[in-house]
């Protein structure tokens, strides 16, 4: 078993920024993806950003050129850097990971059933 947890979220003014990490625990050997992802009040979980092990990146539109989503190379810890943050940013913020021991390469994605595993979560509060 794997278990995910998320820190740094927090309450912050329109423009400011923050930094999310998850750290990893459990069997997290192999290749991995690796990805965050949000829930607003009332609204569907989504994407937010993704990478694999080769460290190859992808956004989702509404956060492309302000987060930026990285991870250490064993794919022990996860971090999204985010920057200009705006009130629409207002949600809770999920890692989530899935680990493979077949010797393949997963490309990353945002799509939510590619990942097994998922913290629990973690508030970000964006005021305007």
């Known amino acids: 078993q794997v278990k995910l947890v998320e820190r740094g979220g927090g309450s912050v003014q329109s423009g400011g920024s923050l930094r999310l990490s998850c750290e990893a625990s459990g069997y997290t050997s192999g290749s991995y993806r690796m990805a965050w992802f949000r829930q607003g009040e009332g609204k569907e979980r989504e994407g937010v950003a993704a990478?694999?092990?080769?460290?190859?990146?992808g956004y989702s539109y509404s956060v492309e050129g302000r987060f930026t989503i990285s991870a250490r190379d064993d794919g022990n810890t996860l971090y999204l850097q985010m920057n200009n943050l705006q009130p629409e940013d207002t949600a809770v913020y999920y890692c989530?990971?899935?680990?493979?021991?077949?010797?393949?390469?997963?490309?990353?994605?945002?799509?939510?059933?590619?990942?097994?595993?998922w913290g629990q979560g973690t508030q970000v509060t964006v005021s305007s």
């Open positions: 989530a990971a899935s680990y493979y021991f077949n010797g393949y390469y997963y490309a990353q994605t945002l799509q939510t059933s590619a990942y097994r595993y």
């Open positions: 990478i694999d092990e080769r460290g190859v990146t």
